[in-house]
């Protein structure tokens, strides 16, 4: 008989305090500069052994997120200045907490950059299959529509947590399935790596009804450009699709 189910693995405690740690920097808890309390006073602080602590520092050093200096301490590092590729793996990754505004706009701009690009190509280089897979994702989201339900004194309930989850994944395989028809190789494995933060961020842009058909319509518009291979209007229409979609996401989590 076929394996079908594997051993249930928790996460090591070694992990959760890099999480913990790589939450707390991205979300603007921890300003840059900041000296961090001795590992004994970390551990303790935090439940865990000294040698959990070192071994998480070390990984977070690795990534440029944190400086050890010997005698000295343990700072909080500028990014920017210090990040490495394993850097950009962790917060591709994050999709726990609150991000800091500005490393929002930041990641915000450069999907901008990138994903108006994918749509400039994709109206040359897309195929009858990629037209093909357009034609179903908007079949699919024409079945969906705006998944609005009523409570028992009328008043508009908060979607189901299924239907968040589906129109959620309708949304990203249609803008991967753009990165593939753009023809290039690197669009694609970027918005696949951007996975994790993307479905955090468009979790929480759903949940409000107003926006799926507006988004559904946008989609509409767009495969319309790309099957008619007008690369000028695709991009206008991205342009317009993202902007709406950080007006409204800025606005939500700045109430949070």
Same mark, same amino acid.
């Given at each position: 008989?076929?394996?079908?189910?594997?051993?249930?693995?928790?996460?090591?405690?070694?992990?959760?305090?890099i999480k913990e740690f790589e939450k707390l920097i991205f979300s603007g808890a921890?300003?840059?500069?900041?000296?961090?309390?001795?590992?004994?006073?970390?551990?303790?602080?935090?439940?865990?052994?000294?040698?959990?602590?070192?071994?998480?520092?070390?990984?977070?050093?690795?990534?440029?997120?944190?400086?050890?200096?010997?005698?000295?301490?343990?700072?909080?590092?500028?990014?920017?200045?210090?990040?490495?590729?394993?850097?950009?793996?962790?917060?591709?990754?994050?999709?726990?907490?609150?991000?800091?505004?500005?490393?929002?706009?930041?990641?915000?701009?450069?999907?901008?950059?990138?994903?108006?690009?994918?749509?400039?190509?994709?109206?040359?280089?897309?195929?009858?299959?990629?037209?093909?897979?357009?034609?179903?994702?908007?079949?699919?989201?024409?079945?969906?529509?705006?998944?609005?339900?009523?409570?028992?004194?009328? +008043?508009?309930? /908060?979607?189901?947590?299924?239907?968040? *989850?589906? #129109? %959620?994944?309708? &949304?990203?395989?249609?803008?991967?399935? @753009?990165?593939?028809?753009?023809?290039?190789?690197?669009?694609?494995?970027?918005?696949?790596?951007?996975?994790?933060?993307?479905?955090?961020?468009?979790?929480?842009?759903?949940?409000?009804?107003?926006?799926?058909? +507006?988004?559904? /319509?946008?989609?509409?518009?767009?495969? *319309?450009? #790309? %099957?008619?291979? &007008?690369?000028?209007?695709?991009?206008? @229409?991205?342009?317009?699709?993202?902007?709406?979609?950080?007006?409204?996401?800025?606005?939500?989590?700045?109430?949070?």
């Open positions: 008989m076929d394996k079908i189910l594997e051993p249930i693995k928790a996460p090591s405690l070694k992990d959760v305090f921890f300003k840059i500069g900041k000296k961090l309390p001795p590992e004994r006073e970390l551990a303790k602080q935090m439940g865990v052994s000294r040698p959990v602590v070192h071994e998480g520092l070390v990984n977070l050093a690795s990534k440029g997120l944190v400086s050890m200096k010997p005698r000295v301490g343990t700072f909080i590092n500028d990014y920017r200045k210090e990040g490495s590729v394993f850097l950009l793996t962790s917060l591709f990754k994050y999709s726990d907490g609150r991000v800091s505004e500005k490393l929002l706009k930041s990641l915000l701009d450069m999907r901008m950059v990138f994903e108006v690009e994918n749509a400039k190509l994709a109206a040359c280089n897309r195929t009858q299959e990629h037209i093909e897979e357009f034609y179903s994702i908007l079949d699919q989201e024409k079945k969906m529509g705006s998944p609005e339900s009523t409570d028992a004194e009328g +008043s508009i309930a /908060q979607i189901s947590s299924d239907a968040l *989850k589906k #129109i %959620v994944a309708i &949304d990203f395989a249609f803008h991967h399935l @753009i990165s593939l028809a753009s023809d290039n190789l690197v669009y694609p494995v970027l918005l696949n790596s951007l996975k994790p933060f993307y479905i955090n961020l468009t979790s929480e842009f759903f949940l409000n009804h107003s926006v799926i058909n +507006s988004v559904f /319509q946008f989609h509409g518009q767009m495969v *319309k450009a #790309i %099957v008619n291979q &007008d690369s000028d209007k695709s991009e206008i @229409i991205m342009k317009a699709m993202l902007l709406h979609g950080e007006t409204y996401l800025t606005s939500v989590l700045k109430k949070k």
